[in-house]
């Protein structure tokens, strides 16, 4: 599998670090209910088929980038920095 | 059907062998049940089997998408244990490990269970310092432990490298001397003869493509083969547990599906006699009756539906396995097939009643889902039968991460990849 960094271009998958759903984005405020902190740490989409998710290329660039990929096929539509928003296509 | 014995054997001899009759028999769908099982995987088919015999409910159909044994039952490296740490996860495996020296007799099917001991390996002081105290926390608990140093390994494990030279040198280990494997299709074969000879309906090749409701109380599921009602629906779907539950509107659940790679080499002549483990990475070893090395390791470590691996896992494994068995570099691996875990937040499963009235929930195994077979069966006939969690499965809740009482073994968070 070669994941597509915005910044090295096509790389081993062996460089990056997992971590999951681009959710993690999505962290809520420090006063926000128990439910949404539970939500955020616990709950999943879990998709079968088209997810987006957090990468770190911690053998090239080290930078955290989110990945369009698909869970069945393992087919991967394109990756974008997650500083620079969530529209990976 | 008749028992399976010696004098069976005998008389199946005598007559040519043409009087076998298959295991189970290939049930069509009735239009309703008392309890209809989702999944019918080592797990399900142990649940319709407790439900038979514990509780004289038999009017019970097992619905599976595929064929017996065609998911993750036979997509593990079949290690049996129960050497656990925390008070509340300890009893589960060890009430799984006592019904598995039984379980041959249970079903009259030999499972070939070989308590041969598993070994874990420790390559630093401070893991032989967890480990005493993981092996303290079993005897606690009343499960035999014992320590083993260099020297021990050396005589109980003559292949491994306890050298000072190896790559991870080795300090010691801890040993669970009942601990060991079975054979997996055995399992699947035997419950599914088993709960069908006490009148389970096993359907294969009945894919369940949405749930039938009355209002909020789910009340049976659709299927590929028509609509099959029942006053309780349970789910044991393993790594499919997000997309059957979507199907009832629960689409968020506190797991994330894995795949998990298992390996087989060329059969060879017996050279390893109990499971081991690596400590300074992820590899579990052993070798089965037939000769072929069984190992495996981590997940992947993404979120994947594909049943199949990926290539870096397959060095990791075989760097590791030479790094113990340097004797193993010229035997060639026959197969490696991956499983989909449906790994939870704590790496423990969720066995419960609910989410919905009428349906019961039986999922998030992670890497514990082969030897909890048994005790998973039983609590989840159990919490089916009596509408609520048997001793042994109420840590397993649902909302124990809501609540903050996770059951995470080694203190690594909410994070599937890292249990």
């Known amino acids: 599998m070669r994941i597509p960094c915005p910044l090295c271009g096509p790389r081993d998958r062996r460089e990056f670090t997992y971590m999951g759903a681009d959710d993690f984005l999505r962290r809520p405020a420090a006063d926000a209910p128990a439910e949404a902190w539970d939500a955020y740490l616990h709950l999943r989409d879990n998709p079968a088929g088209a997810t987006r998710d957090l990468w770190f290329h911690e053998a090239g660039c080290q930078a955290w980038i989110v990945v369009s990929r698909d869970t069945v096929t393992h087919e991967i539509a394109g990756a974008a920095l997650a500083g620079e928003g969530r529209d990976a296509t | ?419």
């Open chain 2, 1 to 419: 059907m008749g028992r399976y014995s010696i004098f069976a054997v005998a008389a199946g001899a005598l007559g040519g062998n043409r009087g076998w009759r298959p295991a189970w028999r290939k049930a069509v769908p009735k239009p309703s049940y008392e309890v209809v099982i989702v999944g019918g995987g080592g797990h399900g088919l142990a649940t319709a089997h407790y439900l038979a015999r514990e509780h004289g409910i038999t009017d019970v159909a097992v619905v599976e998408k595929g064929w017996i044994g065609s998911g993750n039952v036979g997509r593990n490296t079949t290690i049996v244990r129960s050497n656990y740490m925390l008070d509340r996860t300890v009893p589960f495996y060890e009430a799984s490990l006592k019904l598995w020296e039984g379980l041959s007799h249970d079903l009259n099917f030999n499972v070939m269970f070989s308590s041969r001991g598993v070994i874990n390996l420790a390559h630093t002081p401070a893991q032989m310092d967890i480990f005493t105290r993981r092996a303290n926390s079993m005897m606690l608990n009343g499960i035999a432990a014992e320590m083993l140093d260099v020297a021990g390994l050396r005589r109980r494990v003559p292949l491994l490298d306890v050298s000072p030279a190896a790559r991870f040198p080795v300090v010691g280990a801890i040993h669970q001397a009942r601990g060991g494997t079975a054979r997996h299709d055995a399992v699947a074969w035997g419950y599914a003869r088993a709960a069908d000879s006490r009148g389970v309906d096993i359907i294969e090749n009945c894919e369940v493509t949405g749930f039938l409701r009355e209002g909020d109380r789910i009340t049976g599921v659709r299927t590929t083969r028509g609509d099959i009602r029942a006053r309780k629906t349970a789910v044991a779907v393993a790594g499919s547990t997000s997309q059957v539950m979507a199907l009832a509107g629960i689409d968020d659940l506190p797991i994330e599906s894995h795949v998990l790679q298992a390996f087989v080499s060329e059969g060879m002549k017996p050279a390893l006699d109990v499971v081991v483990t690596f400590g300074a990475g992820h590899l579990y070893i052993s070798q089965s009756d037939k000769g072929g090395l069984v190992f495996g390791g981590d997940i992947d470590g993404y979120n994947s539906y594909a049943q199949r691996g990926n290539l870096p896992i397959v060095e990791d494994v075989a760097s590791a396995a030479l790094a113990m068995f340097p004797a193993f570099s010229r035997v060639r691996l026959l197969r490696t097939w991956g499983g989909l875990m449906d790994m939870t937040m704590d790496g423990q499963p969720i066995i419960t009643t609910g989410p919905l009235p009428g349906l019961y929930l039986n999922c998030g195994w992670c890497y514990e889902g082969f030897k909890a077979t048994p005790a998973s069966g039983f609590t989840f006939a159990w919490t089916i039968a009596k509408d609520e969690p048997h001793p042994l499965n109420a840590p397993f809740r649902l909302d124990r991460f809501r609540q903050g009482r996770v059951l995470d073994e080694k203190g690594r968070g909410p994070y599937p990849g890292h249990h």
